[in-house]
């Protein structure tokens, strides 16, 4: 029997909080409540590589929904139990489900885990490391890296406010498609110098992509009206799309996901829902998936 194709399946699209979020009757919280199809896992990728292994990146809390979810899309009868998990970094959307792992639920063992040193030590700290073994790297210092059964997970550092980890942006590599996976970061101005270039097409390109799922947290500044934004930086739809100016067609996919709760982005039927498709964007959907 042939082995099924690499695949990359979407889990998640929403910020760390999901939709609905807790405490909340906004518009979209309330529509969410309402109806299955509006609501937002926190964000989170499955990856089966060629020989069948399963690599699941960031642990949410809607860790049973996602592992089926996965499992559907690939033609399993049972739930994933995954064979290695990769996190970003280490704020709480991302890393909510790590507990799952162990003793009080599923009770796994040596589980992969690819992380940096700081995330390590974060989910040390917090005594969550049982269920798993480190499998990231051989030469210290470096970001961390996968490759297994024809899939290349490369991890690229991205500013993104390090209060309890440093974060990293994903490379996801497979023979048809070239995925970056980039939910978290603080602005464009500094992960470009960063990655050393001046527009995001150009970083794009350098990097080969095909598809770029792309933080699309919050549409813009007006939108936490309680809270000071400058606390949870992420550079907004409105200047991610002017950033893109020169887009073309021929460009990689661009996939917005990492929705917050207040993006309008999050009704289908708004004026800026209808601007992203005019600008030749998407908005990530539960259960979209590539083959890699
Ligand atoms: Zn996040
Ligand atoms: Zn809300
Ligand atoms: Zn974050």
Redesign the pocket.
Known sequence: MNNPPPTLTLLGTGQ?GGVPQAGCGCDNCSAAFENAARARFPVSLGVQDLDGGMHLIEATRALPEQLRLWANACGLDNPVRPDSVLLT?A?L??IEGIGQFGREAMGCQNIGLVVSDSVASVLQSRNLMQPFTRIDRNNSGASPMLEQGGIRFEFIPVP??DDSSD?HAILIAGGKNRVLFL??HDDWKQTLELVGHSKPREWFDSLGLTHILLDATFWNGDELPSRDMTEVPHPTVEETISRLEDYTDEGPEIILIHLNHTNPLNDPNSPQSRLIEVAGLSIGTRGWSIEL
Do not use: K, M, Q, S
């Open positions: 760390d970094h704020h959307g991302h993104h406010r974060t939910p978290d």
